[in-house]
């Protein structure tokens, strides 16, 4: 089993809210061409949304399924494009690990909150979070606290957590944390 | 709240639901000539199940017996037990019961539970806008809408469902939909069990009976409880 390497985003939070604004219209509407539009497919998938019996059903089958697997793929193609700029790559796969569990890190309790909602798919929109995927979100204010309240620990701290509060202080806006987009 | 206790608004009681022995009470004779239950022994093992059974058997009094040796004064089983003394025009027993239930009911749980049971469009989407009133969060709203028999508002529903709770709609769609391709969700699926189970037992009961029973307990006359002949 491979450890994955967590990416930072900046988030445009009022873009990716449009978005899902606007998947959430098409889907309600059924409406085929406007999804196939929206998440600029081919042709030959938006023949296969075009035969699906509703569109939303696409997004209620597992998505490594082979015929929805490149609409997900698709779907968060056009997040990323839309809503997210890549900050940093962590070189290292022990960082989720140690933000999950390194006892100077836990032992703050306002670190370990707010570092437990940057692991925390639920806080992500729900396309974008492919199973077994680790993420999270934290909004400008609440990353500004956490990157100031590590940096205080910094000399007890791992290199790769270092170079996080590096990136999360050196960045602005929300942040979003992930390893499978 | 839940699990206190308040006296009955006549005195008589401390608001408490009858027991088990309260249960052989009702065996016997009662006022205005009703005769008494029949005398059922619930076995350890016994559960709704059984009595749904025995109503489906036409064993309607069996059934309301054995509700009462089950009802531990809590939840679905004193919500139903209740429905049936409505459903027998008993107002002795239904006059004892109603004080403790009302601590409990009517939660936005059981009444869309039985939104999701019932049948008549008009009731079912007034039974979903007392849910709301009731604090219903709104993905158990959208269920109930991905659970609509009308496509356009099942559409709706399950869309909203899957932006509100992803993994239950999933559930959702695989269980109830029978969407090609959906399988359960494992985080979700306990969640659904709960809520599904009670509006499967709901439907099976007779989801007009509680409804009524919700009525009562708003108290709010239920159109569908009126002597027949008004208009």
Do not use: C
């Amino acid at each position: 089993m491979s450890r994955s390497l967590l990416t930072l985003y900046r988030v445009d939070s009022p873009r990716l809210a449009e978005l899902s604004a606007q998947l959430r219209e098409t889907l309600i509407r059924d409406d085929r061409p406007a999804l196939a539009q929206l998440l600029q497919l081919g042709a030959e998938l938006a023949l296969r949304v075009e035969h699906a019996p509703r569109a939303v059903d696409l997004f209620l089958v597992p998505e490594a399924e082979a015929d929805v697997a490149p609409l997900w793929a698709s779907l968060r193609r056009v997040a990323k494009r839309a809503a997210l700029e890549r900050v940093w790559t962590s070189d290292s796969p022990s960082l989720e690990g140690r933000l999950r569990a390194y006892d100077t890190l836990r032992e703050e309790p306002e670190i370990a909150e707010a570092i437990d909602r940057l692991l925390d798919a639920r806080f992500l929109p729900w396309f974008l979070r492919p199973v077994g995927s680790t993420g999270g979100w934290l909004k400008d204010a609440e990353r500004s606290a956490l990157a100031n309240r590590m940096e205080s620990l910094a000399p007890a701290l791992p290199d790769e957590v270092n170079a996080l509060v590096e990136a999360l202080g050196g960045m602005d806006g929300d942040a979003l944390v992930h390893d499978r987009l | 709240m839940l699990g206190g206790r308040r006296p009955a608004a006549d005195g008589s009681a401390d608001g408490k639901p009858p027991n088990k022995s309260d249960a052989k009470a009702l065996r016997r004779p009662r006022k205005e000539g009703r005769p008494p239950l029949p005398e059922v022994t619930a076995s350890p093992g016994a559960t709704l199940e059984d009595v749904l059974a025995l109503r489906e058997a036409g064993r309607l009094d069996e059934a309301r017996a054995l509700l009462a040796s089950l009802d531990k004064g809590r939840g679905l089983r004193a919500v139903l037990r209740a429905a049936a003394a409505l459903e027998a025009g008993d107002d002795e027993e239904l006059a004892q019961l109603l004080p403790a239930l009302a601590q409990q009911e009517p939660s936005w749980q059981l009444t869309l539970q039985v939104a999701a049971a019932i049948d008549d469009l008009a009731r079912r989407r007034s039974l979903a806008g007392e849910a709301d009133r009731l604090g219903a969060p709104p993905w158990a709203s959208a269920w109930l809408g991905a659970l609509s028999k009308d496509h356009e508002e099942q559409r709706r529903g399950i869309v909203a469902l899957l932006f509100e709770d992803a993994a239950l709609a999933r559930t959702v769609a695989a269980r109830d939909l029978a969407v090609a391709g959906a399988i359960v969700d494992n985080d979700a699926i306990a969640r659904y069990a709960s809520f599904a189970h009670g509006r499967d037992l709901v439907r099976r009961f007779g989801a007009e009976r509680v409804a009524q029973l919700l009525d009562r307990l708003r108290e709010k006359p239920s159109r569908a409880a009126k002597p027949s002949g008004t208009t």
